[in-house]
């Protein structure tokens, strides 16, 4: 009998040898998997029709019509027959219609509860068939259809693509699935099935010398998209160096790789920062070694009835989906950029009509100036650069910057400090610098009063240092004096320079935002009422500190005008000194003097030049004194937080700040004092604050700015388990917190 096995075994090889398999060129195999049962498909069905007679399978395409039990079909882009094509199983495919089939009666099945897993046309109840029917007439897109008939059909979308490799018709079966995907996405099952398809169509219908769409993922990646591992993989094999939008492209579709909220919300910000900071970083682009795995994609059917092995547009290209080194490489670059737009990130995610806004753009990057993306800072760059002479500095009146900043211009009373630190910070994003600005402990600008813009290097201003403290004092203190008789004489304007280069210990750029301070001073014309009055209580030896600076200011320029007379008398007699101090001081030239001022009668002569004293113009043009030096550091940086209060607020009456024990009900935040409560309060309203910024308005509120930042944050662990204040470059609020701590908010 051994002989009879030997014969059968011969004889199922070639039967089974001989059946006809796919030849697509990029279809490597098909193997029809045995379908497995769920729960539901226990169920017991009507035995299936033969599928060896009648008509066989046949695509309807798109924008055809065909009548299936007296249901018409208009959308075409299903099977229609009684069984497979020659040389397919036996089983009829999934999403073949076979018209022979009842599908009558009045019962319908909506939610496809009597359908299994993985349902077969040929398998349903006549009840679910005639639901389908009327699913597929009625345009496909009734969102409470149960997703067993949307898998239906989706199974016969797929087998036109990647079974019967039907490129000719890719473009209108991807979009038919993303159709399906916006109605029905939101089932796990189907969206990751519908996500799979498209991801492997890409990498089937992409060419090779087009990048694909640089963009963040739909969701969570657990692999490289195959159209993207194709473009890069045949940059990389032809030794192409990868540029700026290849690089960014490698990284959001990376699964190692996980986008926080900004550059999601603000990909369009992200991509252009990319850009800039990419091309200063990788001017020639980066190279990446080709690996020696090669590319190759296998689809699994969502309908378990074949699989489909596709090695793309050529066989030689390599796998780089699987490479670590170049992410690790840009993970740096990414995260900084990201990190860059969280507080534009946080504007637009409270109010997305912000975007394109001067308010939005004032909080992107500088270097997005440089990027070609629109930008309305741009426009405005072009005005106020217009104005600045060729030495990089000018003024503008306040109103004139105001509006073409597209800020409002207050018609009365005070330019709102919000208003000025938006001023500011599209001025820091143009790379101006301009003064007086209150951010720095300047006076800030009444709405008819000018501003002196500068060009900014983006150094660093220790506006709290000793040396800058000094010789801004000096720089108020000179500026009163000269303007004394309404106008500025150059050799007035020359002694404060003077003054200030004669301050040790200052960088360039703070000497440059000083002397744009002694101009904005000498052109607003300071009211001096309100300036001297406070000036009265400080102690005597800061008042001779004054007393000698504004003296040696009126003398500057060899001549006392009238006006500036009867100014130094008026110091003078504010400060407590008598008037024939001044007169005394005025004719001895004592201009720079340690000596305490004398008391000397002597009669005023308006008009009269006063003479300079011996070596003083070889002083000039010599050797600086150093004793000058020593007496200026050290007296003016005495005296310089009483002028800083004066000049920032010189119109403004000292109120006592509430007791801690104020109501609660007048307070912003409960169990957070006055203070402490507008602080917060104004970093909820401007967002991310420079630390010269919050420490400018801590000052204001009369409040240390580390013990301000220390008590809003152990409030913040009593009221909510955790720290308020995110202080690592700039200052702000925790992103996950502001939300919550907007609500806490009393409005």
């Known amino acids: 009998m051994w002989w009879l096995l030997i014969i059968a075994g011969v004889a199922l090889f070639f039967f089974f040898n001989g059946r006809k398999k796919p030849t697509a060129s990029r279809l490597k195999s098909a193997v029809p998997p045995q379908a497995v049962a769920s729960p539901r498909s226990q169920a017991k069905t009507p035995p299936r029709k033969s599928a060896s007679k009648g008509r066989p399978m046949k695509w309807v395409p798109k924008g055809d019509a065909v009548i299936i039990q007296g249901v018409r079909i208009d959308g075409g882009m299903i099977y229609v027959g009684e069984r497979n094509r020659p040389g397919d199983s036996d089983r009829p ?3 073949l219609i076979n018209p022979s089939l009842s599908a009558s009666g009045s019962a319908r099945d ?23 029917l009327e699913w597929l007439a009625s345009g496909r897109d009734d969102p409470e259809i149960g997703v067993g008939y949307v898998f239906l059909y989706f199974y016969g979308l797929e087998y036109r693509l990647f079974f019967e490799q ?18 029905y996405g939101g089932n796990n099952s189907f969206r990751g099935y519908a996500e799979r398809l498209l991801d492997a169509a890409g990498f089937l219908t992409t060419k090779l010398d087009q990048r694909p769409p640089v963009e963040p993922p739909r969701s969570s990646l657990f692999e490289m998209p195959y159209d993207v591992r194709a473009y890069l993989g045949r940059k990389v094999l032809d030794g192409e160096n990868l540029d700026a939008d290849d690089a960014l492209l490698w990284m959001v579709s990376s699964p190692a790789v996980q986008l926080r909220t900004p550059a999601i919300r603000c990909f369009d910000e992200l991509g ?46 390599p796998d ?15 995260a900084e950029c990201t990190s860059e737009l969280d507080a534009y990130s946080r504007l637009i995610g409270r109010s997305p009509e912000a975007k394109g806004t001067i308010d939005a753009a004032a909080l992107l990057p500088a270097d997005l100036m440089d990027a070609p993306s629109a930008n309305p800072l741009k426009e405005i760059a072009s005005v106020i650069v217009a104005r600045l002479s060729e030495k990089k500095s000018g003024w503008m009146p306040v109103k ?43 006076m800030p600008p ?34 009163l004096a000269a303007g004394a008789d ?29 002397f744009a301070y002694a101009k904005a001073l000498c052109r607003n014309a300071p009211r001096h009422q309100p300036v001297l009055r406070k000036l009265s209580k400080a102690d005597e030896e800061i008042r001779k500190t004054i007393a000698r600076s504004a003296i040696d200011a009126v003398l500057a320029d060899g001549r006392v005008e009238p006006a500036e007379v009867k100014y130094i008398e008026q110091l003078f007699r504010t400060l407590g000194f008598p008037t024939e101090d001044a007169y005394a001081a005025l004719h001895r030239g004592a201009a720079g003097s340690d000596e305490p001022i004398a008391v000397r009668p002597a009669t005023p002569e308006p008009g009269t030049s006063v003479p300079p004293l011996p070596g003083m113009a070889a002083e000039k043009a010599g050797s600086i004194d150093r004793q000058k030096i020593e007496r200026i550091t050290k007296e003016t940086a005495q005296v310089a937080g009483l002028l800083s209060e004066i000049f920032a607020s010189e119109d403004e009456e000292f109120v006592q700040p509430p007791s801690k024990a104020a109501d609660n009900m007048s307070l912003r935040f409960e169990g957070l004092d006055q203070q402490h409560g507008e602080l917060l309060s104004y970093l909820i309203a401007n967002g991310e604050l420079s630390r010269p910024s919050f420490e400018s308005e801590a000052r204001r509120l009369q409040l240390l700015p580390d013990g301000a930042m220390e008590t809003i944050n152990e409030w913040g662990f009593d009221v909510i388990g955790e720290p308020v204040l995110d202080a690592e470059d700039n200052i702000c609020i925790v992103s996950d917190l502001f939300e919550e701590i907007q609500t806490l908010e009393k409005r």
Request: contains cysteine.
């Open 446 to 479: 009444g709405p008819d009063d000018i501003v002196v813009l500068f060009e900014g290097k983006g150094g660093v201003i220790d506006a709290d240092g000793d040396p800058y403290r000094a010789a801004k004092t000096v720089t108020e203190i000179c500026a």
């Open 486 to 514: 309404g106008e500025i004489a150059q050799e007035e304007i020359e002694h404060i320079k003077s003054e200030i280069l004669s301050v040790p210990g200052l960088s360039v750029d703070e000497r440059q935002r000083l």
């Open 110 to 132: 909506p939610g496809g509860d009597s359908m299994p897993y993985w349902p077969s046309y040929s398998e349903i109840e006549p009840r679910a068939r005639g639901t389908y």
């Open 272 to 317: 252009a920062l990319w850009n800039v900071r990419f091309n200063k970083r990788f001017p020639n682009g980066i190279k990446v070694k080709p690996p020696k795995k090669k590319l190759s994609l296998d689809y699994q059917a969502a309908s378990g009835r074949f699989n489909a092995s596709i090695s793309g547009k050529g066989d030689n290209l």
């Open 320 to 334: 780089i989906g699987a490479l670590t080194a170049p992410v690790n490489k840009l993970n740096g670059l990414l």
């Open 93 to 95: 495919q999934n999403a």
């Open 166 to 183: 039907a490129e000719a018709e890719a473009d209108e079966i991807l979009a038919e699935v993303k159709r399906l995907l916006s109605i």
């Open 400 to 442: 004139s910057l105001l509006e073409a900043i597209d800020l409002e211009v207050p018609k009365t009373g005070k330019i709102p400090a919000a208003t000025l630190n938006k001023l500011g910070a599209v001025l820091d994003k143009l790379g101006l610098g301009f003064e007086p600005d209150r951010r720095l402990g300047s």
